[in-house]
């Protein structure tokens, strides 16, 4: 009961500590357990599959130890027989170059001292019995040796080579055998204690979990699920949403920081929404000040348009006939949007010629006299030919000062010496 008093006084965070450090020492034990347990049962798995691959070998080298007996006898039968006692020799030969081959095998895997000298041991022998068989099938194919008699007695020293490889396999096949089943055994026992100290520990967790999850409701997931409610209420716009938990503990903290945030947010919304409508009306302000000046910009633009149409008129003299009056200074615009304006107007009504009246332009300079000569070319391409009337005597004076070749540019002192010019035409 004290101890139970003692966990009521704790807060959240110690509580918690304290149930899941219970937790989490159980489960340390479990992994410990399962940890060493999986060591043992690998190491006896390593020695009984390293036991049933090495029973395999040492049967493999006495199974070919025993062919090369078997076909070492029915060469020793035909010793003298080319004929019957080729076929028997060649089947040793393979059957001679498999053991070599499986005792190398079984040396490469051998993992223990003992089995890698019993494998040199085999080597040794192997290479005894087919050195003194080699000689007994030279000895043959010479002609020394011409019956079985002689033959076995010659090949009497090296078979014992063979029938200890033989019999030694074999034992250690057995052997190696029965020590892979004892590994098995082995491992199937530590199975099933693992199982069980497994399930004794996790049956100790479980119970404490419940044990926990029974407990911890009563003072965690209520003021949880308050804090909840009131963030589902926050998030679904109620800026008004509190949690008004009076706890002393973290959840407590946790409530009060979040009643102080939802406090906050609201007053920031409300001063944003102020902000908005402020925002609102300068932008109404803003559009309505530039709806004007569009409009101001599109009258000056009418405006301007009037004015360059006014500087630069066009009049018909007659149906083949235009007059161009140019009043005032020149500039590079005013020069361009004349070439327009007289361009437009031959092309438009098809005219024959055009008078081009610079009596109230005071100075023309070698700028303006080019422009003349674009001007001419353009024409001409038009089928209308330019005439310049009102040349006064200073701008004639100019002309000639600055070297302004007019060339096919026909001239006239007046527009009425033009005019009458063109009507006699």
């Not at 500087?311 to 590079?332: E, F, K, N």
């Not at 001419?376 to 005439?387: E, F, I, K, Q, S």
Request: hydrophobic share 45%; glycine share 4%; aromatic share 6%.
């Amino acid at each position: 009961m004290q101890a139970f008093g003692l966990f009521k006084t704790m807060g959240f965070r110690q509580r918690l500590f304290l149930a899941l450090g219970s937790l989490s020492v159980l489960v340390l034990a479990v992994a410990l357990l399962a940890f060493f347990t999986l060591q043992s049962i690998r190491r006896t798995s390593r020695a009984a599959a390293n036991d049933r691959a090495m029973s395999i070998l040492a049967s493999e080298i006495s199974i070919h130890a025993l062919q090369c007996r078997r076909y070492e006898k029915d060469f020793l039968l035909n010793a003298g027989n080319i004929i019957a006692q080729d076929a028997p020799l060649q089947q040793w030969h393979a059957a001679s170059f498999e053991l070599g081959k499986a005792i190398k095998e079984f040396e490469d895997a051998a993992s223990s001292e003992l089995d890698q000298t019993q494998a040199q041991v085999w080597r040794e022998a192997w290479r005894d019995y087919v050195r003194g068989f080699s000689s007994v099938e030279i000895a043959v194919n010479e002609g020394s040796i011409n019956d079985t008699q002689a033959a076995v007695k010659t090949f009497e020293a090296a078979q014992n080579n063979i029938q200890l490889l033989t019999d030694q396999s074999y034992d250690l096949a057995e052997v190696k055998n029965h020590a892979s089943q004892a590994s098995s055994a082995e491992l199937d026992l530590a199975g099933q204690q693992a199982i069980m100290r497994l399930t004794v520990i996790s049956s100790v967790i479980v119970l404490l979990a419940l044990l926990t999850s029974w407990r911890f409701p009563r003072w965690l997931i209520k003021p949880i699920q308050k804090l909840q409610t009131s963030a589902e209420r926050l998030s679904s716009g109620d800026l008004s949403a509190r949690a008004g938990l009076r706890l002393n503990d973290e959840i407590g903290m946790l409530g009060r920081s979040f009643d102080q945030m939802a406090q906050t947010l609201e007053q920031n919304t409300n001063d944003l929404a102020n902000e908005y409508v402020v925002a609102q009306t300068a932008r109404e302000e803003a559009e309505a000040a530039r709806s004007q000046i569009e409009h101001q910009l599109f009258m000056i633009q009418q405006q301007a348009q009037v004015i360059a149409e006014m500087s630069t008129p066009i009049l018909p003299l007659t149906s083949h006939a235009l007059v161009m009056p140019l009043v005032g200074a020149l500039d590079q615009q005013r020069i361009q949007q004349a070439q327009a304006r007289a361009l437009e107007a031959i092309q438009e009504r098809r005219a024959k010629y055009l008078l081009l009246d610079i009596t109230a332009v005071p100075v023309i300079d070698t700028q303006v006299g080019q422009s003349l000569l674009h001007l001419l070319r353009a024409a001409h391409l038009l089928g209308c030919r330019l005439m310049l009337v009102g040349v006064r005597p200073d701008v004639a004076q100019t002309i000639v000062g600055l070297g302004i070749d007019l060339g096919d540019i026909a001239t006239c002192s007046s527009l009425q010496s033009g005019i009458d010019r063109v009507l006699n035409h």
